[in-house]
């Protein structure tokens, strides 16, 4: 099982909007509601931000949110703030049974 | 509150064998699917495989089929995960994490997501 894609690097500037792509196959993005994203600060454990494509747990900010259209799921934060300047990962359940993660997107505040 | 806390770190030489254990409290251990996430230096994440703690057969990762192994003890509420053969490749920080439940309409829906993490397990292959 491939490695969900995703772009190394986003950048934008404080305020404004990012969207970060998550791209897979009809075999896992495209074929299931199941994509979740994670964000993580360096040295620490990944934090669950989305998970079934759109939804958000208990206590993350409705400044994350998820989408998803055909083999590519999207994660867009709004209202950039300097903490949101880390990694992100999306992954999904797969046709075997499996989960996938993506190689993860680094996220640049300007 | 709900916490898993995982093993201290471990040095191992190529060939031999680790053992990581994830200790969850706060919950109810057999209600919650439980996986194991590794992430190399610098990289990104890599799943390893998921276990039902209530019982049944553990699901991997094809890259680790046949050198990994994952159990669960219930009257600790403990998670393990035996990895074999350890090549260099093999070094990284090793997460457990529980699967994520929702109900909806009065029925459980399980999720493929992790909703609770472990600190991490340094895992150093070296000779």
């Known amino acids: 099982q491939s490695a969900l894609t995703q772009p190394a690097s986003v950048s934008g500037s404080p305020g404004q909007s990012i969207t970060i792509s998550c791209s897979g196959t009809?075999?896992?993005?495209?074929?299931?509601?199941?994509v979740s994203w994670y964000q993580q600060h360096p040295g620490k454990a990944p934090k669950l931000i989305i998970y079934?494509?759109?939804n958000r747990p208990s206590g993350v900010s409705n400044r994350f949110s998820g989408s998803k259209s055909g083999n590519t799921a999207s994660l867009t934060i709004s209202g950039l703030q300097a903490d949101d300047e880390v990694h992100y990962y999306c992954?999904?359940?797969?046709?075997?049974?499996?989960?996938?993660f993506g190689g993860g997107t680094k996220l640049t505040v300007l | 509150q709900v916490q898993l806390v995982q093993s201290g770190a471990e040095v191992k030489k190529p060939g031999a064998s680790v053992r990581l254990s994830c200790k969850a409290s706060?919950?109810?251990?057999?209600?919650?699917?439980m996986h194991w996430v590794r992430q190399a230096p610098g990289q990104g994440l890599e799943w390893v495989g998921i276990?039902?703690?209530?019982?049944?057969?553990?699901t991997f990762s094809q890259k680790f089929q046949g050198r990994v192994t994952m159990t669960g003890d219930t009257s600790t509420s403990t998670l393990y995960l035996e990895l074999r053969s350890l090549t260099f490749e093999d070094t990284a920080v090793y997460y457990c994490?529980?699967?994520?439940?929702?109900?909806?309409?009065?029925?459980?829906?399980?999720?493929?997501?992790?909703?609770?993490w472990g600190q991490g397990t340094t895992v150093t292959v070296s000779s």
């Open positions: 994490g529980r699967g994520l439940w929702t109900v909806v309409a009065g029925s459980i829906y399980y999720h493929y997501a992790l909703d609770v």
């Open positions: 706060g919950y109810t251990f057999t209600s919650h699917y």
């Open positions: 276990m039902n703690p209530h019982g049944g057969s553990p």
């Open positions: 009809s075999s896992d993005v495209g074929g299931y509601n199941s």
């Open positions: 079934d494509v759109s």
């Open positions: 992954s999904s359940y797969t046709s075997t049974n499996t989960v996938v």
